[in-house]
């Protein structure tokens, strides 16, 4: 059993920067994918990035390609996202999630994927 927590979220302004951590405690069952998630009040939950258990391959919605960066540390039991340049428009709960699925290559953004979700932190963008 595992689970995810995720801290980091905050109240920013436009053109400002947070950064997110999702903390992996418990037994895994290896190097598992680690994404991002984010939902807006009205909106469908949607992937945000994504960071492979095996090689680290990662993954960004075209929304925020070239702002934010996905990174783990080298005991894999924690992951970052690192949010720059932060628009209103990133307002949202942001979720990590693991997919069960050890060692992968590759990641996608899709929700299905995913399996273990942690509770959530609000980032909120605003002046």
């Known amino acids: 059993q595992f689970a995810l927590v995720e801290s980091g979220g905050g109240l920013v302004r436009p053109g400002g920067s947070l950064r997110l951590s999702c903390i992996v405690s418990?037994?895994?069952?290896?190097?598992?994918?680690i994404g991002w998630f984010r939902q807006a009040p009205g909106k469908e939950r949607e992937g945000v990035s994504c960071?492979?258990?095996?090689?680290?391959?990662?993954n960004y919605a075209d929304s925020v390609k070239g702002r934010f960066t996905i990174s783990r540390d080298n005991a894999k039991t924690t992951v970052f996202l690192q949010m720059n340049s932060l628009k209103p428009e990133d307002t949202a709960v942001y979720y990590c999630a693991a997919d069960w699925r050890p060692y992968l290559n590759s990641c996608t953004l899709s929700k299905a994927s995913f399996t273990v979700w942690g509770q959530g932190t609000q980032v909120t963008v605003s002046s």
């Open positions: 960071i492979s258990g095996g090689r680290g391959t990662t």
């Open positions: 418990g037994r895994t069952p290896g190097s598992l994918s």
